[in-house]
């Protein structure tokens, strides 16, 4: 922050004021608009300028850091290339090697893959996972013998939407959560269809199970390690609704407890705790 910009956008903010104070004109010849688009042109100026001097000063000190400070000279390598330094050009998965672009995608899934399935570890109390396993089906039998399936209302369809966090990736399908938004009470009305048709017989589909998965180093270790990377999965935007409606039935007390936005936080405060 220079001195420059901290002026700039102090004239930006009192051009502001005064456009709002005199009724937010909209006719172009008007002072107080003119105004606002001057200070305003005129601080993304100062700060396009500030960033020219910034990247010329990084150039200066990169190519003196060179003949005379070596460390100096490869943090400020390391510093420019900036994401690009995370790239890699071979990956070890269990001591198999990966070394070209589709071989490392391939290992990633193989190293991903294998963290999903169950092993077999001879240190393990076989008698406890045993009475684990038991107990698990025991539980699964009640559920099913105790099952009375509860239709799923259209307003608990909206309650899951309106609380989907906007600005996300697409899942695999290419679905975000602006598309059910906008959707309307005709998309809503289709999702109930089918999650009712979902919890009546005790089934997920397995499209609605695959997920996008990138893997992030972990910032410790070799970086062509697989075993130095963990996984971030996009999940489909419908398993979301789904898992939405189980939450907010399991707890109510979450149920207008929403993302709250600055524009509309007062009409909602007197929702929070309708299901107390």
Not at 197 to 221: A, Q, R, Y
């Amino acid at each position: 922050m220079t001195p420059e910009i901290r002026q700039a956008i102090t004239d930006k903010k009192n051009a502001y004021y005064n456009w709002k104070q005199n009724n937010r004109p909209n006719d172009p010849n008007n002072q107080w608009l003119q105004k606002k688009k001057v200070t305003t042109c005129n601080l993304r100026k100062e700060c396009r300028l500030t960033l020219a001097k910034q990247q010329l000063e990084r150039k200066s000190e990169l190519i003196n850091a060179k003949s005379n400070n070596s460390n100096l000279f490869f943090k400020l390598i390391r510093r420019q290339r900036g994401r690009f330094g995370m790239h890699i050009d071979e990956l070890n998965v269990n001591g198999q090697k990966y070394n070209t672009e589709g071989g490392i995608l391939e290992g990633f899934r193989e190293h991903f893959a294998n963290l999903a399935k169950q092993s077999d570890n001879s240190q393990f109390d076989q008698a406890y996972i045993e009475q684990v396993d038991n107990e698990y089906a025991t539980i699964i039998d009640i559920c099913k013998h105790d099952f009375r399936h509860i239709p799923v209302e259209k307003q608990e369809i909206m309650n899951a939407i309106k609380s989907l966090n906007r600005n996300k990736s697409p899942d695999t399908y290419g679905v975000t959560a602006e598309n059910l938004i906008h959707g309307g009470e005709i998309l809503a009305s289709y999702l109930q269809t089918l999650l009712n048709s979902s919890f009546e017989f005790c089934f997920i589909p397995d499209v609605i199970k695959f997920g996008i998965l990138t893997p992030v180093f972990k910032n410790k270790g070799n970086k062509n390690d697989a075993k130095n990377y963990r996984g971030i999965t996009i999940t489909p935007t419908l398993s979301k609704i789904i898992e939405t409606v189980l939450k907010f039935r399991i707890n109510p007390k979450n149920l207008y407890v929403y993302k709250i936005h600055s524009s509309e936080a007062l009409p909602r405060m007197h929702l929070l705790y309708i299901a107390l």
